[in-house]
């Protein structure tokens, strides 16, 4: 039964398992080595034996007198070294308590020396034996010892390569992922009870890493991350393996009961530093993620997509060490689902509609135009706000392709509007990605003029402020847009960026505070205080000053008195769609002349 094997024990008898099956090659070589021993040593007979539960296997033997591939284990000469732990030998054994009875030695083919040196695996476990015998007596010298055990050394090296090609890190030479799946599986036998923890380590940042990889070259980074990998194991004062799973990454399978829990791996891990050269080093922030399983519950695909969706989880939150969370694995899995889901809407799948909200002047109290948003209708999952589904779009090409529908539904709009003798401008919003691409504003350009419409009935609110400043391609494709006549708001004013410097860095014409800036503009003092200077200082500086978010006649009000020029928020309306819009514009404009 192997329920109640140690991690070793069955990491030994995997190994043996390894060795007992015909493998042509390796044999081959085996079996050169088992000759060159005899022949080097001046004893007849060489092979290698290996013991498993009841049975001693001979392989690659080099003359043996009787053709015997394998016997019952206890008439196994070999046993005697395994439980030695060491070489031993027999100069004659028929006088020797310990092999006199043994039916090869009483009886033909009349074994009477041996000599077996133990075969171990890098874990230091013994996996088979070198043997030498002989049908006559023999010395042995101190040197033939010695020579053995120099054999015995080759052999059990070559069998750990043979077996680890493919299975090591040629950076690091740790064993790599496909081992650590191996050992994981290794660990599923039927009616295991043992629970383990599969932990993985991130010790690099990758752009970092490109970035040191640039200027000083592969060979830097490499020698950082055998560092790593030493440190790692050294702070953390395990003895179990350590494998590395990516660039960076490593991992280790502990038992789930270990003595470190993670939280304490906080000290461990804070404060460790890599040489970059003999003057630099840099300090690694070490993530760490862990799952806890039962060998035989999970299969270890899921078992390390588990430990790395923790890690990912540690990471992105900033946090040393996270375990494995099922209800933020679910959502990680819902937003690829929701990525997954959204490509056929962009392409005529019904779902998919713009929702538009008035834009009104404070002055008179006429519309100034429209904010087009984003709706998307789910079968399944219901109507999903652009906060859930445009950060996922933005990792990927589909966000250009959801701007592109934008522009187009909201030109169509327009061009049905003004049709009907509606002439409200409408802005969309785009972000730095949008701003970035080479042609965007020509497309624009080109898709307006198709319409026979004005660039002035189409507004771009622009979103990400503090990214598309630190992109020139953006801070271009803005001024690309301003010089083709389109209107430009700059979006969610105050929230973030505080150096407001860099107004004058972009070519704007309206600036849209912010909700969170005046939500509590009637109820707290400093907060209008901060509004009226804003406002001061916008105006000062010649922008169309615009509030977002106003829910009540109070605040729409203050702005007035504070010279806000226009507002947009529930308190007139809230976003709708264009024929319900269309509703609210004739009952608006009849109320307000
Ligand atoms: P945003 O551009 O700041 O849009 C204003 C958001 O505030 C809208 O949320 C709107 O429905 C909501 N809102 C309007 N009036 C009020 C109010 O009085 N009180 C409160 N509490 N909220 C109000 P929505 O439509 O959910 O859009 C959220 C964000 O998603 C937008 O913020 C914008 O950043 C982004 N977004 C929406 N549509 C698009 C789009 O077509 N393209 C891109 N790139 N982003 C979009
Ligand atoms: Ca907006
Ligand atoms: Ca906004």
């Given at each position: 039964?192997?329920?109640?094997?140690?991690?070793?024990?069955?990491?030994?008898?995997?190994?043996?398992?390894?060795?007992?099956?015909?493998?042509?090659?390796?044999?081959?070589?085996?079996?050169?080595?088992?000759?060159?021993?005899?022949?080097?040593?001046g004893?007849?007979?060489?092979?290698?034996?290996?013991?498993?539960?009841?049975?001693?296997?001979?392989?690659?033997?080099?003359?043996?007198?009787?053709?015997?591939?394998?016997?019952?284990?206890?008439?196994?000469?070999?046993?005697?070294?395994?439980?030695?732990?060491?070489?031993?030998?027999?100069?004659?054994?028929?006088?020797?308590?310990?092999?006199?009875?043994?039916?090869?030695?009483?009886?033909?083919?009349?074994v009477?020396?041996?000599?077996?040196?133990?075969?171990?695996?890098?874990?230091?476990?013994?996996?088979?034996?070198?043997?030498?015998?002989?049908?006559?007596?023999?010395?042995?010298?101190?040197?033939?010892?010695?020579?053995?055990?120099?054999?015995?050394?080759?052999?059990?090296?070559?069998?750990?390569?043979?077996?680890?090609?493919?299975?090591?890190?040629?950076?690091?030479?740790?064993?790599?992922?496909?081992?650590?799946?191996?050992?994981?599986?290794?660990?599923?036998?039927?009616?295991?009870?043992?629970?383990?923890?599969?932990?993985?380590?991130?010790?690099?940042?990758?752009?970092?890493?490109?970035?040191?990889?640039?200027?000083?070259?592969?060979?830097?980074?490499?020698?950082m991350?055998?560092?790593?990998?030493?440190?790692l194991?050294?702070?953390?004062?395990?003895?179990?393996?350590?494998?590395?799973?990516a660039?960076?990454?490593?991992?280790?399978?502990?038992?789930?009961?270990?003595?470190?829990?993670?939280?304490?791996?906080?000290?461990?891990?804070?404060?460790?530093?890599?040489?970059?050269?003999?003057?630099?080093?840099?300090?690694?922030?070490?993530?760490?993620?862990?799952?806890?399983?039962?060998?035989?519950?999970?299969?270890?695909?899921?078992?390390l997509?588990?430990?790395?969706?923790?890690?990912?989880?540690?990471?992105?939150?900033?946090?040393r060490?996270?375990?494995?969370?099922?209800?933020?694995?679910?959502?990680?899995?819902?937003?690829?689902?929701?990525?997954?889901?959204?490509?056929?809407?962009?392409?005529?799948?019904?779902?998919?509609?713009?929702?538009?909200?008035?834009?009104?002047?404070?002055?008179?109290?006429?519309?100034?135009?429209?904010?087009?948003?984003i709706?998307?209708?789910?079968?399944?999952?219901?109507?999903?706000?652009?906060?859930?589904?445009?950060?996922?779009?933005?990792?990927?090409?589909l966000?250009?392709?959801?701007?592109?529908?934008?522009?187009?539904?909201?030109?169509?709009?327009?061009?049905?509007?003004?049709?009907?003798?509606?002439?409200?401008?409408?802005?969309?919003?785009?972000?730095?990605?949008?701003?970035?691409?080479?042609?965007?504003?020509?497309?624009?350009?080109?898709?307006?003029?198709?319409?026979?419409?004005?660039p002035?009935?189409?507004?771009?609110?622009?979103?990400?402020?503090?990214?598309?400043?630190?992109s020139?391609?953006?801070?271009?494709?803005?001024?690309?847009?301003?010089q083709?006549?389109?209107?430009?708001?700059?979006?969610?004013?105050?929230?973030?960026?505080?150096?407001?410097?860099?107004?004058?860095?972009?070519?704007?014409?309206?600036?849209?505070?912010?909700?969170?800036?005046?939500?509590?503009?009637?109820?707290?003092?400093?907060?209008?205080?901060?509004?009226?200077h804003?406002?001061?200082?916008?105006?000062?500086?010649?922008?169309?000053?615009?509030?977002?978010?106003?829910?009540?006649?109070?605040?729409f009000?203050?702005?007035r008195?504070?010279?806000?020029?226009?507002?947009?928020?529930?308190?007139?309306?809230?976003?709708?769609?264009?024929?319900?819009?269309?509703?609210?514009?004739?009952?608006?404009?009849?109320?307000?002349?």
């Amino acid at each position: 039964m192997l329920t109640n094997l140690s991690h070793d024990e069955k990491k030994r008898l995997a190994a043996i398992e390894l060795l007992k099956a015909d493998e042509h090659d390796r044999d081959e070589i085996l079996g050169r080595m088992t000759r060159l021993t005899g022949k080097t040593l001046g004893i007849a007979t060489s092979f290698i034996a290996i013991l498993d539960g009841d049975t001693q296997y001979l392989k690659a033997p080099y003359a043996l007198p009787a053709p015997v591939t394998e016997t019952r284990r206890e008439d196994a000469f070999c046993l005697t070294a395994v439980a030695a732990d060491d070489i031993t030998v027999c100069a004659d054994m028929r006088l020797d308590p310990r092999f006199r009875d043994n039916p090869f030695v009483r009886g033909a083919p009349y074994v009477r020396f041996y000599a077996g040196a133990p075969l171990r695996s890098r874990d230091g476990v013994i996996i088979g034996t070198l043997c030498l015998i002989d049908i006559q007596p023999r010395l042995f010298t101190s040197e033939q010892i010695a020579t053995l055990r120099i054999m015995a050394g080759l052999v059990s090296a070559f069998l750990e390569a043979w077996h680890n090609i493919g299975y090591i890190d040629a950076v690091t030479l740790l064993p790599n992922r496909q081992r650590l799946m191996n050992d994981l599986r290794l660990l599923q036998t039927p009616g295991a009870v043992r629970r383990y923890r599969l932990m993985l380590f991130d010790c690099i940042d990758m752009p970092f890493a490109y970035e040191i990889a640039r200027s000083l070259g592969m060979t830097v980074v490499e020698d950082m991350l055998r560092d790593m990998a030493t440190l790692l194991r050294l702070k953390l004062e395990w003895h179990d393996t350590l494998y590395s799973v990516a660039t960076g990454r490593y991992a280790v399978i502990m038992d789930d009961d270990s003595p470190i829990p993670p939280a304490e791996l906080n000290d461990h891990l804070a404060g460790l530093s890599a040489h970059i050269n003999t003057q630099i080093n840099i300090d690694l922030h070490i993530s760490a993620g862990y799952v806890g399983f039962a060998p035989g519950e999970l299969d270890p695909t899921e078992i390390l997509r588990r430990a790395v969706s923790a890690l990912h989880d540690a990471i992105g939150r900033k946090k040393r060490v996270m375990a494995y969370d099922a209800a933020s694995d679910a959502r990680q899995k819902e937003d690829f689902r929701l990525l997954n889901d959204f490509y056929p809407y962009l392409h005529g799948k019904p779902g998919l509609y713009l929702v538009f909200q008035p834009k009104i002047a404070l002055r008179n109290g006429r519309v100034t135009g429209l904010e087009a948003l984003i709706r998307w209708q789910h079968p399944a999952l219901g109507n999903i706000t652009p906060d859930r589904f445009i950060p996922l779009l933005e990792k990927t090409t589909l966000m250009a392709a959801l701007t592109d529908w934008v522009i187009n539904a909201a030109l169509d709009q327009v061009k049905q509007w003004s049709a009907k003798g509606i002439h409200l401008p409408v802005s969309i919003n785009v972000g730095v990605s949008d701003l970035s691409r080479p042609h965007f504003a020509d497309a624009l350009a080109e898709k307006i003029t198709a319409r026979g419409l004005p660039p002035a009935l189409l507004g771009i609110e622009c979103l990400e402020t503090e990214r598309v400043l630190e992109s020139a391609e953006a801070l271009h494709g803005l001024e690309r847009l301003k010089q083709r006549g389109f209107t430009i708001s700059l979006d969610d004013f105050g929230t973030g960026y505080s150096n407001i410097g860099y107004l004058r860095k972009m070519p704007l014409d309206i600036i849209k505070l912010d909700r969170s800036l005046i939500k509590t503009l009637t109820t707290d003092k400093a907060s209008h205080t901060i509004v009226s200077h804003v406002i001061s200082m916008l105006k000062a500086l010649d922008y169309t000053v615009l509030a977002e978010g106003v829910e009540d006649a109070g605040t729409f009000t203050s702005l007035r008195a504070l010279g806000c020029d226009e507002v947009q928020g529930f308190y007139h309306s809230p976003p709708l769609t264009a024929a319900h819009l269309e509703t609210w514009l004739g009952h608006y404009q009849t109320a307000h002349g």
